[in-house]
């Protein structure tokens, strides 16, 4: 399953004024997550994603994304097992003029799709023969 939010972020915040955006997903593991910025940002707007007080991405705490015309993309496995089921989004744009727009696209693999490959992989794997 494929996720996306397209955030605004109004000119002349800061962290103490970020814009927080909650991401609603299901139970599953995240395989992907791409935070999209696009030209014009200028390294001026600055973003990361939370699970709860815990932050996801990017993975040490303290540190943010930005960039300007570019795609960050996280490719690793996260969990999303307890409910309520979503992140959160915070971000901020110091930019004395214009708004921007921040694309974020997760990548979902619900938990019943997990199993289920799994149990494919394994008997793919009981098929194999050992080389002679």
Same mark, same amino acid.
Request: charge should be neutral; proline fraction near 5%.
């Given at each position: 399953?494929?996720?996306?939010?397209?955030?605004?972020?109004?000119?002349?915040?800061?962290?103490?004024?970020?814009? =927080?955006?909650?991401?609603?997903?299901?139970? #599953?593991?995240?395989?992907? &997550?791409?935070?999209?910025?696009?030209?014009? &940002?200028?390294?001026?707007?600055? &973003?990361?994603?939370?699970?709860?007080?815990?932050?996801?991405?990017? /993975?040490?705490? #303290?540190?943010?994304?930005?960039?300007?015309?570019? $795609?960050?993309?996280?490719?690793?496995?996260?969990?999303?097992?307890?409910?309520?089921?979503?992140?959160?989004?915070? #971000?901020?744009?110091?930019?004395? $003029?214009?708004?921007?727009?921040?694309?974020?696209?997760?990548?979902?693999?619900? =938990?019943?799709?997990?199993?289920?490959?799994?149990?494919?992989?394994?008997?793919?794997?009981? /098929?194999?023969? /050992?080389?002679?």
């Amino acid at each position: 399953m494929l996720y996306t939010w397209n955030v605004l972020l109004p000119n002349s915040r800061t962290i103490a004024t970020q814009t =927080k955006q909650v991401m609603h997903l299901e139970r #599953g593991t995240i395989t992907r &997550c791409d935070t999209v910025f696009p030209v014009g &940002c200028c390294g001026l707007v600055f &973003c990361h994603i939370n699970n709860a007080l815990h932050q996801v991405y990017p /993975k040490n705490p #303290g540190i943010t994304f930005r960039g300007n015309g570019e $795609t960050i993309m996280s490719v690793d496995e996260y969990e999303i097992r307890d409910e309520p089921f979503q992140l959160e989004f915070y #971000g901020w744009n110091t930019d004395d $003029t214009y708004d921007h727009v921040i694309t974020v696209r997760i990548q979902l693999v619900p =938990k019943r799709e997990i199993v289920r490959l799994a149990i494919a992989e394994i008997m793919r794997l009981g /098929k194999l023969t /050992k080389p002679t």
